[in-house]
């Protein structure tokens, strides 16, 4: 018998690599290894592309972190933006949202291992690392209460409240109970200003005033509000406001 030979322009091509789609794996070992050497040597892009790539392993990453380095500003502001606002960027879906969300918690997370369990005043600058991890880039204002006992030591760190992109609502009746719920001495204050200036606004020492006679009629002490920003930070207590 005579075997059966293909006919022409239909050879079975089943073992042969599909060359419609490109060959990133290269490439993704190569940045992997780049930045296992000198992670601080890769940009903002390419070290979302490698970010992207553990979330979306089929698909090449670069134009995608291109892209959200084009809409967002740096890779902090990516991974603090809003996950409906990373998810309007076409390829950002669920999963890689999430990915970029955790790189930003674990961040804080890490920025606040220091400040548990000790004297927030004698660490004075590692809170405010801290709160500039935590707060410097989001995209909107957000108000953290830091809750410390008679040693100072930080006993809860709570977001309050989270507003707009220049203001954000504080009832001093609302810190008050919260601070008598959790048996708190003392407290600070801190709020970002998306703005990127730290200088306290008319609205910022009114309602600072409004929450310390609150606290003070409770025996609880005010020890600060601190204002963080893209250009630094302010300190009500070291301006005088307090």
Not at 44 to 67: F, V
Request: charged residues 25%.
């Amino acid at each position: 018998m005579t075997a059966d030979l293909p006919l022409p322009g239909l050879a079975d091509n089943s073992d042969k690599p599909d060359r419609t789609e490109p060959d990133h794996r290269g490439h993704r070992e190569r940045l992997r290894k780049r930045f296992l050497d000198a992670p601080e040597a890769l940009p903002d892009y390419e070290l979302l592309e490698l970010l992207l790539g553990a979330a979306i392993p089929q698909k090449d990453t670069k134009p995608l972190a291109k892209a959200l380095i084009k809409r967002f500003g740096s890779f902090a502001d990516v991974v603090t933006a809003d996950v409906e606002d990373l998810k309007t960027v076409d390829g950002i879906k669920d999963v890689a949202a999430a990915t970029l969300k955790v790189v930003r918690e674990a961040a804080v997370r890490l920025a606040r291992a220091p400040v548990l369990n000790t004297s927030v005043i004698s660490g004075w600058d590692v809170l405010l690392d801290y709160c500039r991890t935590a707060m410097t880039t989001l995209p909107t204002e957000q108000f953290r209460l830091l809750f410390l006992d008679r040693r100072n030591t930080l006993i809860a760190d709570e977001v309050q409240q989270t507003g707009t992109v220049d203001h954000t609502p504080l009832y001093p009746r609302e810190v008050v109970k919260r601070a008598l719920a959790l048996h708190a001495s003392a407290i600070i204050m801190v709020h970002n200003h998306p703005s990127g200036d730290p200088k306290p606004s008319k609205a910022d020492i009114e309602m600072t005033r409004a929450v310390k006679e609150a606290l003070g009629a409770v025996g609880i002490q005010l020890h600060d509000h601190v204002v963080v920003g893209r250009k630094g930070h302010a300190s009500f207590k070291a301006m005088g406001l307090l």
